[in-house]
């Protein structure tokens, strides 16, 4: 692919648009100001612009441990967007793949595939999410069994489907829990429904897609292929 070409695709500039960057000396192949437009690119090529490095064309994929504080949304008149923790071009293309309460720390999906980020969030393909838990009162022994057999969300039609509940810690009333579906604020309503109350929230995975625990609050990364090929 040409120099200029690549500009167009990773930065969303036009024709004319690339060709001044390249031609200002913006735009660095492989650690050295270009001034030609033609150069070609390959995937083994490193291009920067003002001391970024620019992703080959396509589509992008990250996972991002949000810390609490953070909202999952582009704007928010209250709280800064998560999206301020990327460092990265066209924010405006990226979507949340699931979003998180502004109070849950964990796990967040962010790309600019629609495709891959519905079979995240559509009802229909039951993607398992796991989240720690950590409850104000004790757990009841009843709750395994009454999240197996669903509980009745307020203002919800049906009961929620099949949950799992494992105990982490029972002095500390720390569980996990895995849904497998993304309702507003299911977590808190479930265990509401319960007539319990969430005082802690922290995803932790997706899928097959875990929270790398290298990744301390704040940080994100780029998915590998693997994680990005286990949402099927
Ligand atoms: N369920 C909730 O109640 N909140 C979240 O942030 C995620 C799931």
């Not at 660095?28 to 083994?44: F, L, M, P, R």
């Not at 071009?89 to 600019?112: E, S």
């Not at 398992?128 to 009843?142: F, M, P, Q, S």
């Not at 999240?147 to 500390?172: M, R």
Request: one cysteine or more.
């Amino acid at each position: 692919m040409r120099l200029d070409k690549f500009l167009c695709e990773t930065l969303g500039v036009t024709r004319r648009e690339a060709t001044i960057l390249i031609r200002r000396g913006e735009v660095c192949v492989n650690d050295a100001v270009v001034k030609v437009a033609t150069g070609k690119i390959t995937e083994q090529t490193k291009v920067t612009w003002q001391e970024r490095v620019l992703p080959m064309p396509g589509p992008r994929y990250f996972m991002l441990n949000k810390p609490e504080g953070f909202v999952c949304s582009h704007e928010d008149s209250a709280n800064p967007t998560a999206f301020a923790l990327l460092d990265e071009i066209k924010i405006d293309k990226l979507h949340f793949a699931g979003r998180l309460d502004v109070d849950t720390t964990g796990l967040v999906l962010i790309t600019d595939d629609g495709q891959w980020s519905h079979k995240i969030t559509s009802p229909k393909r039951k993607c398992n999410k796991t989240y720690r838990v950590w409850l104000e009162e004790a757990i009841g022994d009843d709750y395994a069994a009454q999240l197996t057999e669903g509980v009745q969300l307020h203002s919800e039609k049906g009961l929620t489907l099949p949950a799992t509940l494992e105990i982490v810690d029972a002095s500390q009333n720390e569980l996990l829990l895995t849904i497998c579906e993304g309702k507003y604020h299911q977590v808190k309503r479930m265990f509401a429904a319960l007539g319990n109350k969430v005082e802690k929230l922290h995803r932790e995975s997706i899928g097959d897609i875990i929270l790398d625990d290298e990744l301390e609050p704040g940080e994100y990364r780029v998915l590998t292929a693997a994680e990005i090929q286990s949402i099927i």
